[in-house]
């Protein structure tokens, strides 16, 4: 009896001791979600995706490198640029630069003992998309507002981040007319990570966006999954690699499958 009761004295205590590691670090970046912690940050990445449905194959290919400066302690300003090759069944491939961009965002973290909070959120505003035909899901004619607003909270080597975030098309006048049809959605997501090493963080993100006009904009609807590990070097920046899958029926415009590689180089994250 001796025994089981030293046994699990140790146990608990090795427990204890691994899950309150890393409290210095400060909260890791998803790879899929937007984050609503602040960085001083340039990442770049490398996506895929495809749907198949109909008789009719999507293919999507993306470049982008995404910068983000932290000027304050809880404020940082964001921008990226990209570039995407589209083809479709029986269509002309088409490659396009992304839409230009700006947000601003703010994030403060709250320590709690071993465990700490963080409460953020952020406006980002998307040019027009230039030199693009106009498809389903969005019209290169008007602009994008982006809000968000988000949660996380941290202990040890565990790490949850939330966000929720709400779209809307708008034009130079900034409202909508007779002639004007807005798509607008609000979308969730969540993004728990575990560390398994001082430099290996696995992920489990999930997002849920909702068009707010359930019929005319239901091809804006979708529910993936992205399983994910990030890898951190000491002076070569941290690389990761997540997948894509489709929660939802194809005929809820679910996905197939997804592939995204990201390169981070991190200046601060104190």
Known sequence: MKQIYLFLI?????????????NN?????????????VYSKVRGNLSYWDKDYNQVKEINK??????????????????????TEYSQTDTTKEVTWDRYNVGLKYGKIFDAG????????????YDKKRNSLFREHENPEYYLIRPNFGLGYKYGIFQIMTELRFQTETNKHGRESKLDEFKRYYQVGIAPSFG????VRI?????????????????????????????????????????????L??????????????????????
């Open 10 to 22: 140790l146990f608990f205590s090795f427990v204890s001791s691994v899950f309150s590691q890393f």
């Open 25 to 37: 670090k400060g909260f890791a970046h998803p790879l899929q979600i937007e984050p609503v912690a």
């Open 62 to 83: 993306n470049v982008s490198v995404e910068g983000e400066y932290k000027f304050s302690d809880s404020f940082s300003v964001i921008s990226s640029v990209g570039r």
């Open 114 to 125: 071993n465990s700490q909070f963080l409460i953020g959120g952020g406006l980002r505003i």
């Open 196 to 199: 398994i090493a001082d430099s």
């Open 203 to 247: 992920f489990t993100e999930l997002e849920y966006r909702e068009p707010i006009d359930k019929t005319a904009d239901k091809n804006l609807r979708y529910f993936n999954f992205f399983p994910g590990i990030s890898m951190n070097t000491e002076s070569m920046g941290t690389f990761s690699f997540s997948l894509m899958f489709g929660v």
């Open 249 to 270: 029926p194809k005929a809820d415009n679910a996905m197939d499958r997804g592939i995204r590689f990201s390169y981070f180089y991190f200046f601060d994250t104190n």
